[in-house]
């Protein structure tokens, strides 16, 4: 008898768990080998700023967080010549005059969760989000910064709370992709997707796409043209090119979209974080009694979804984002390497194995 079912045979607990174990040690091995010859085939450019820890770590507070967040911009602006900011993005500040806020919305942030907040806050209402997308439109609406006199900016500018939310950039890339385009295995045809994807046909140039192709994505079919589903390669390639040709504010720097360095945030945001965040933020600028309208914590995108995207694309390619993106990186303390080097989800894949089998 061997050992495995002289063990079955006492306790089929305890052997199923030793099978699980062995086979989670021989996985977790070759992905840490697959993982270091990845790594050392194609070393890494960093962004210049390396976090002295994990600056997403849980045993950090958003508010001990947001001193080192600051220090860390101030660092990059002290750095960076900055110019004065372009009037065009007085228009990305949206105001409260009740609490005396300025929120710069950045596309693909957790912008929406954050602005019902705001118009709740301002109007006195109880808005769900989906109450809020649907009443866009309605009256009373949030007020750009833009429809004030440019007296009332600048002492807007000069005395409000500004707040900035800003995102990981992989994470932000994978869910302008999402939502915009869809994606092989998310494609639900909305007609948003349909749009994007017939106005964006030509980012398929980027992989050199010959049509019809044996890996094909999809097709989308409208009354008298086909259209291509534009793979995440594809878009990634694009929205990294240095011409600009496709440029859109949901890919956009965040940096450029609300350049922090010539806007003296009081306070940056992480999505990762943004419910904890905003409770700080808000409370702070005094609002009391409204914890009802307050957004419940949640995960923003899984971790492993979006790893099944960087996980198909090459290092070069996951390199041209770092180069665009860099000042995002930068200023707000992510790290292309970092986030590349930490595939946290199938650790915590094997941890929750040993719990499910083995009770500890
Ligand atoms: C800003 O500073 C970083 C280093 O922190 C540097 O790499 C970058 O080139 C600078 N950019 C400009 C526009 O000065
Ligand atoms: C919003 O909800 C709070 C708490 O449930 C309630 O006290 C308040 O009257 C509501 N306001 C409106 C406008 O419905």
Redesign the pocket.
């Known amino acids: 008898m061997g050992v495995l079912e002289w063990l079955r045979s006492r306790s089929p607990q305890a052997a199923k768990c030793i099978m699980v174990a062995g086979g989670a040690v021989i996985l977790f091995g070759f992905m840490f080998y697959t993982d270091e010859v990845h790594m050392s085939q194609t070393p890494f450019r960093l962004g ?2 390396v976090p002295d820890d994990d600056a997403e770590s849980n045993m950090v507070s958003p508010r001990q967080d947001q001193s080192r967040r600051k220090a860390l911009l101030e ?2 602006c002290q ?3 900055s110019s004065d900011m372009s009037p065009r993005r007085m228009g990305n500040f949206f105001v409260s005059d009740r609490y005396k806020v300025l929120y710069c919305k950045v596309a693909r942030t957790g912008s929406t969760t954050t602005s019902a907040l705001l118009y709740n806050l301002e109007f006195g209402t109880n808005f769900t989000q989906q109450e809020y997308l649907e009443h866009q439109g309605g009256t009373p609406i949030l007020k750009r910064l833009t429809s004030y006199t440019k007296d009332e900016q600048m002492l807007r500018l000069k005395t409000y709370k500004k707040l900035l939310v800003v995102r990981n950039p992989l994470e932000r890339l994978v869910s302008a992709y999402l939502f915009f385009f869809g994606g092989k295995d998310y494609f639900v045809g909305k007609t948003r997707h349909v749009l994007y994807n017939q106005h964006y046909q030509d980012m398929l140039e980027t992989i050199d796409w010959k049509i019809p192709h044996t890996e094909d994505y999809g097709v989308i079919q409208t009354t008298n043209e086909k259209y291509h589903v534009i793979p995440f390669l594809a878009f990634i390639r694009a929205v990294t090119e240095d011409t600009g040709r496709w440029e859109n504010e949901h890919w956009a720097l965040m940096s450029n979209y609300c350049p922090p360095c010539q806007i003296n945030f009081d306070f940056i945001a992480h999505t990762e974080t943004l419910a904890e965040d905003l409770n700080i933020f808000f409370l702070n600028a005094g609002v009391i009694g409204r914890e009802n309208v307050f957004p419940p914590v949640k995960t923003a995108i899984g971790k492993e979804k979006m790893w099944d995207f960087y996980r198909r694309i090459q290092i070069e390619d996951a390199q041209r984002i770092g180069r665009k993106y ?2 995002d990186f ?1 200023m707000f303390g992510y790290s292309l390497e970092e986030s590349y080097s930490l595939p946290d989800y199938a650790y915590f894949d094997i941890v929750k194995i040993f719990e499910d089998f083995c009770n500890f």
Do not use: F, L, R
Request: charged share 40%; no cysteine.
């Open positions: 210049s700023y660092e990059y750095k960076n010549s860099e000042p930068d």
